[in-house]
């Protein structure tokens, strides 16, 4: 099982970095960001590194480190530097281990520019990557996952399925009879979220990941 495996978000904190943790733990993959923005709040790397119990995966060194929150066109603009995305793709086939995945986290949802032309969309279509979409129950959510799942349509991206977070809502079911995404799973909320905590989520999300993958 030697490919990317990119995870998205229907918007912005959906909880993309505790389901990346889980994904990585559960197929035992290296995990990449390669854009890092926030930096007051640490690094996802840095966050995913220490709840994973397994002594396969590696968490790779982002490509760029940017202090302000904000998108990574914006954050990238204020440093006066430009993300570009070949760089990015020659890394990941660099970091793309044997015969295990590669999974790499994006900033926010598909179409959150990560230069002055290109978006996460397009990153995702230059490393042929296959997606996982995180998605959570909120006010407005459901608009958010048919958007994201109508683009992905749209370009041909192949898609994993649905990972959820947080309680169940019967708008998780809606969402994947509307779709046509399947469903892999659903992290609960939890505190703390500690390897513990990962490691029983990756046991939990390990078969079905495993099958639609297959």
């Not at 995990?31 to 220490?50: I, M």
């Not at 590696?58 to 490509?63: F, K, Q, T």
């Not at 954050?75 to 020659?90: C, F, H, Q, S, Y």
Request: charged share 15%.
């Amino acid at each position: 099982m030697s490919e990317c495996i990119f995870i998205t978000g229907i918007g912005t904190g959906v909880g993309k970095t505790i389901s990346a943790a889980c994904i990585t733990e559960a197929l035992q993959a290296d995990y990449w960001k390669p854009v890092q923005t926030g930096l007051l709040e640490g690094t996802d790397t840095d966050t995913v590194g220490s709840l994973l119990s397994n002594n396969v995966s590696v968490c790779h060194p982002e490509a760029w480190l940017l202090q302000a929150p904000a998108s990574p066109h914006l954050a990238a603009r204020l440093e006066n530097k430009n993300i570009d995305i070949d760089r990015i793709v020659a890394l990941s086939k660099q970091y793309q281990p044997r015969n295990r995945a590669l999974v790499m986290e994006g900033a926010g949802g598909l179409l959150v520019p990560i230069n002055e032309t290109l978006s996460t969309l397009d990153l995702i279509l230059a490393l042929e990557a296959k997606v996982l979409v995180v998605a959570q129950n909120y006010l407005g959510s459901i608009n958010h996952a048919m958007l994201t799942a109508r683009v992905l349509q749209h370009t041909g991206v192949p898609v994993i399925g649905w990972v959820f977070n947080g309680d169940y809502h019967t708008n998780e079911d809606d969402i994947v009879r509307w779709s046509g995404f399947p469903k892999v799973g659903r992290i609960p909320l939890a505190d703390p979220v500690d390897k513990a905590f990962v490691q029983q989520q990756a046991q939990l999300l390990s078969a079905s990941l495993h099958t639609l993958m297959a």
